[in-house]
């Protein structure tokens, strides 16, 4: 009786901390902060070279402006993760 006392103590044991993910919890996979930096980046480069390009008269309207600042960015900064993924993210 004492071993099925323990048994079905440590099944609970078991089966609550299953259910709350303890054991099988699966933690989704985290760019590399490198990569976080790059992409913010590209985003602060890019709105502000679409700023220019619209006060300047460089663009015709916000859609080609940020077409022109993306291809700019892809040619001044290809050695980047977030220039790589430009041609990818079409």
């Known amino acids: 009786m004492l071993l099925f006392q323990r048994l079905l103590l440590a099944c609970a044991v078991f ?4 259910g709350t993910g303890c054991f099988w919890r699966k933690s989704q996979p985290k760019p ?3 990569t976080e930096v790059e992409e913010g980046f590209k ?3 890019v709105a502000k070279r679409v700023g220019e390009l619209i006060a300047s008269g460089g663009a015709a ?3 080609e402006a ?3 600042a993306l291809q700019e960015f892809k ?4 050695y980047t993760r ?3 993924q430009i ?3 079409r």
């Open 66 to 68: 940020r077409r022109i």
């Open 15 to 18: 089966f609550t901390l299953s």
């Open 61 to 63: 309207n916000g859609l």
């Open 32 to 34: 590399p902060i490198a």
């Open 43 to 45: 985003e602060r480069w």
């Open 75 to 78: 040619e001044r900064y290809e």
């Open 87 to 89: 041609g990818n993210s």
């Open 82 to 84: 977030a220039a790589e």
